[in-house]
């Protein structure tokens, strides 16, 4: 997958299809929008993905929300999906204020677009005045295909990037991750720790997530996570550790640790996704570092017993 980034590159010769969107969280929405996008752009046209590289509403209304995928993140499920171009377009005060029509004339021209694939709700341009309407009403003036995808419903609600905030926020992972189509995840560098559960027997990998992604609430999960091309079982904590002196400060940063079932390999300063399935319990502070061993030693039971190992 090619990745452009910047204005200088934004440029395609090669034919292609292409969808737009925020794509925050590729839920299963999002991955019925791909499918129709493969579908028809792999038979003879390359395959974009066209979004920002930070969300609109955070320059324009100053929302400082939590992303579902950050950039890196985008980049491996896009990669992962067989998407031949990845557009991570600067959202700069020029886009901002482009007419849908110009815009429309921007992307076509520059990307070579003679397929689009967009669903019921896309918008565009100044104050998201475009929509697959103006697309429709364009597409013989530009020469390009348009196919509109429905909105997909979970409950009677529409599958959106706010729903599953919602259900992350609330540390509901099973229903997040049904909405998702595939488990929550974060990726990451393993960072050296304070190497204390070593010394009880339970060594865990300490994770610090990108800023401004979304953590699901303090606590315990049953986690898998990937290291290459190799999956693994175990369990992940978010939070502060509590129950650790602080090297500096009144509290240790926010950060995920998690323990590896039958796991004994150096793996510090390799890149890992954690994915989370499954709320345990809240993180707390233990009286003891003996009183944490044993709750950790309950943690490992419920989690292999939710996945049934």
């Known amino acids: 997958m090619i990745c452009l980034e910047t204005m200088e590159q934004f440029h395609i010769e090669e034919p292609t299809a292409l969808t737009i969107g925020k794509f925050d969280g590729l839920h299963r929405g999002h991955e019925e929008l791909l499918a129709h996008l493969l579908k028809t752009g792999k038979k003879d046209l390359k395959t974009v993905v066209f979004t920002f590289d930070i969300p609109p509403k955070k320059l324009t209304s100053g929302d400082g929300q939590k992303l579902l995928s950050t950039n890196n993140e985008k980049k491996t499920l896009f990669q992962e999906r ?161 129950t650790i002196k602080p090297k500096e400060g009144n509290q240790n940063p926010i950060g995920v640790e998690m323990h590896i079932f039958d796991f004994d390999r150096d793996i510090y300063f390799q890149p890992v996704r954690i994915s989370f399935h499954a709320f345990e319990r809240p993180e707390v502070k233990f009286g003891s570092i003996s009183d944490l061993q044993a709750q950790m030693k309950k943690d490992i039971v419920f989690s292999e017993r939710y996945f049934g190992k």
Not at 152 to 162: A, C, N, P, V, Y
Not at 226 to 235: T, V
């Open 82 to 242: 067989g998407i031949d171009y990845l557009v991570l377009c600067p959202f700069t005060p020029e886009i901002m204020c482009m007419e849908p029509e110009d815009f429309v004339d921007w992307i076509v021209t520059n990307l070579h677009v003679q397929r689009i694939v967009v669903g019921e709700d896309c918008g565009f341009g100044h104050n998201r005045r475009g929509d697959h309407r103006l697309l429709a009403k364009l597409a013989d003036r530009y020469g390009y295909e348009l196919e509109v995808v429905r909105k997909l419903q979970f409950e009677g609600r529409d599958i959106s990037s706010t729903y599953i905030r919602e259900e992350i926020i609330k540390g509901n992972m099973e229903t997040a991750n049904h909405l998702l189509g595939h488990p929550y995840a974060m990726e990451g560098i393993v960072e050296v720790g304070n190497q204390l559960g070593r010394t009880i027997g339970i060594p865990t990998a300490n994770i610090e997530a990108e800023p401004g992604k979304l953590l699901p609430p303090f606590g315990v999960y049953a986690s898998t996570i990937d290291i290459g091309d190799e999956h693994f079982y175990g369990i992940a904590n978010i939070g502060r550790k509590p």
